[in-house]
Every structure is written in C-alpha cells, then in structure tokens.
C-alpha cells in the first residue's frame, strides 16, 4: 500500500466518527479493548454491542453497563470498580458464575474503556 492510502485508510474513519473516543476520566484503549473482550470469549456468555457472537443470556447484556449504578450488585459503577470485577469477581461476589478468565490488568483497564463507551 502507497503511503497515501494507509494514511487515508487512517485518516478516514476518524473523521467520520468511527473510531471510539472514552469519556472523560476513563483510561485505556476502546478498540484494544473491543478485541480482549472476543479474545477472552466474553461473548460466550454476554450480548456485547458489536462483539460478534451467539444471542446468550448465560449473564447480562453489556450495552448499557454505562447507565448502572451499581456492578455486581454491590460496587459503585466507575472504571476501578469494573476492572476490579472483570479481573476477579469471586474476590467481590464468591458465588457469581462469572469465571475468572485471567485477564490482564492492561487488558481489563481495555475492556472497561470499551465497555463504558457504550
């Protein structure tokens, strides 16, 4: 590809508003993000806007995790709290069916940044 192109293939999106941009205070990579979450399967079990899947309701769909109040009935909805969850939910709920998958700090700091985009 001429360089040119790659700088129109880059260029492009953004200036059509395609590229994600998080809220204000929230650290981390969106797209990253939207990528760790199909690459920890997390489709598996939750309906995730533009994360091709199954239709599942193993848990909840994730569209409109910006709108709660609260995360994993207990914790007050901000980033810290979510990357807490994802990386560890039985340390804030023993019994929750959410596994824990491994996630990387920097993964899940990603994945919340996408997640609170919605």
């Known amino acids: 590809m001429k360089p ?7 260029l492009l999106p ?3 508003g395609c590229v994600p941009v998080p809220s204000p205070g929230v650290e981390g990579d969106p797209l990253r993000g939207k990528i760790a979450l199909t690459q920890y399967a997390c489709q598996s079990c939750h ?4 994360v ?7 848990g909840r769909p994730l569209s409109d995790l910006s709108k ?13 709290n979510l990357v807490r969850w994802i990386r560890d939910p039985q340390a804030i ?14 993964d899940a700091i990603d994945m919340s940044a996408y997640l609170l985009m919605l």
């Open 4 to 10: 040119l192109q790659c700088f129109l293939c880059l």
């Open 14 to 16: 953004a200036l059509a």
């Open 68 to 80: 709660r109040k609260v995360l994993a009935g207990t914790l007050e909805n901000n980033q810290a």
């Open 47 to 50: 309906m995730i806007p533009a």
């Open 93 to 106: 709920n023993p019994h929750s069916a959410m596994p824990n998958m491994g996630v990387s700090e920097r």
């Open 52 to 58: 091709p899947g199954s239709k599942v309701y193993v």
